[in-house]
């Protein structure tokens, strides 16, 4: 949000050695056709793209570049930023998992605050929260059509804290594929269970809550969804679902800030 921010990013982000990734400092974008840009002209250029609904035209006269070097150099960035950080976000649940007594701690205290009584049994471990969410895409594959959303799109399964951190986005996986699916295919609660080994035998694990559309799973504490829920059980999902605001507005705030992503 501010150009003096910019060196300091750049950085953290392409200068700081990673031994333990085998990553070196980078001086300059090269991209496989020969084009060659300016590091930092190259960050700001990515910045300038995917926070605004500008197209790659309308950049050229900001940048002195044409499109299609324009386009080349963002791939080239993309994919460094994917390659080198990407991990960070699809599988890096052991991080977050010194969070989760302070997480579970937040959510009982406002689940307290909103209802005046205690997390019911189901919900009392939810540390977290999981949902899936489709990003529309220009594409005609059939693979890709969703026929809940009625768009083309990509399918990511987002866990968020209560802090407002994405902890994970799992995917992309093709847009037919529903929240079901992609809970089975992320393995999300068995890596779960993993972050959290160290809490050893007997100790009560931390869950991830989630609507109807996950199942039951080891630390996976979706809503009731069975085929006649009980007075009971349709007043839990109510009284938890009033908490899940805070899921769905981190999952969508990336969407809404960064319009190409």
Same mark, same amino acid.
């Given at each position: 949000?501010?150009?003096?921010?910019?060196?300091?990013?750049?950085?953290?982000?392409?200068?700081?050695?990673?031994?333990?990734?085998?990553?070196?400092?980078?001086?300059?974008?090269?991209?496989?056709?020969?084009?060659?840009?300016?590091?930092?002209?190259?960050?700001?250029?990515?910045?300038?793209?995917?926070?605004?609904?500008?197209?790659?035209?309308?950049?050229?006269?900001?940048?002195?570049?044409?499109?299609?070097?324009?386009?080349?150099?963002?791939?080239?960035?993309?994919?460094?930023?994917?390659?080198?950080?990407?991990?960070?976000?699809?599988?890096?649940?052991?991080?977050?998992?010194?969070?989760?007594?302070?997480? %579970?701690?937040?959510? !009982?205290?406002?689940?307290? /605050?909103? +209802?005046?009584? #205690?997390?019911? $049994?189901? &919900?009392?471990?939810?540390?977290?929260?999981?949902?899936?969410?489709?990003?529309?895409?220009?594409?005609?594959?059939?693979?890709?059509?969703?026929?809940?959303?009625?768009?083309?799109?990509?399918?990511?399964?987002?866990?968020?804290?209560?802090?407002?951190?994405?902890?994970?986005?799992?995917?992309?996986?093709?847009?037919?594929?529903?929240?079901?699916?992609?809970?089975?295919?992320? %393995?999300?609660?068995? !890596?779960?269970?993993?972050? /959290?080994? +160290?809490?050893? #035998?007997?100790? $009560?694990? &931390?869950?991830?809550?989630?609507?109807?559309?996950?199942?039951?799973?080891?630390?996976?504490?979706?809503?009731?969804?069975?085929?006649?829920?009980?007075?009971?059980?349709?007043?839990?999902?109510?009284?938890?679902?009033?908490?899940?605001?805070?899921?769905?507005?981190?999952?969508?705030?990336?969407?809404?800030?960064?319009?190409?992503?």
């Amino acid at each position: 949000t501010d150009r003096a921010h910019i060196p300091d990013l750049i950085a953290a982000l392409f200068q700081t050695p990673n031994a333990a990734r085998n990553r070196v400092a980078l001086l300059r974008w090269e991209c496989p056709n020969g084009t060659v840009e300016d590091l930092e002209v190259g960050f700001i250029m990515f910045l300038y793209f995917i926070s605004f609904p500008r197209k790659l035209f309308a950049m050229q006269e900001i940048f002195g570049r044409d499109y299609s070097q324009i386009s080349r150099i963002l791939k080239a960035i993309w994919q460094h930023m994917n390659q080198t950080w990407g991990w960070l976000v699809t599988n890096n649940l052991d991080y977050f998992s010194a969070r989760l007594p302070r997480y %579970n701690e937040a959510f !009982r205290a406002k689940y307290h /605050q909103m +209802h005046g009584e #205690p997390v019911s $049994p189901r &919900f009392r471990q939810v540390g977290l929260l999981t949902d899936g969410t489709k990003l529309e895409i220009c594409s005609s594959l059939q693979h890709n059509y969703s026929g809940h959303k009625h768009i083309y799109c990509l399918s990511f399964l987002l866990t968020t804290g209560m802090d407002g951190m994405v902890v994970e986005a799992f995917g992309a996986l093709v847009g037919s594929d529903n929240d079901h699916h992609m809970q089975n295919a992320s %393995n999300l609660g068995n !890596r779960l269970l993993m972050a /959290q080994a +160290h809490r050893g #035998p007997g100790v $009560p694990l &931390f869950q991830t809550g989630s609507d109807k559309g996950l199942h039951p799973a080891l630390c996976v504490a979706p809503m009731h969804n069975n085929a006649f829920n009980t007075p009971a059980q349709d007043l839990e999902n109510t009284m938890f679902s009033s908490l899940r605001a805070s899921n769905e507005w981190d999952m969508g705030r990336p969407k809404h800030l960064f319009k190409f992503i």
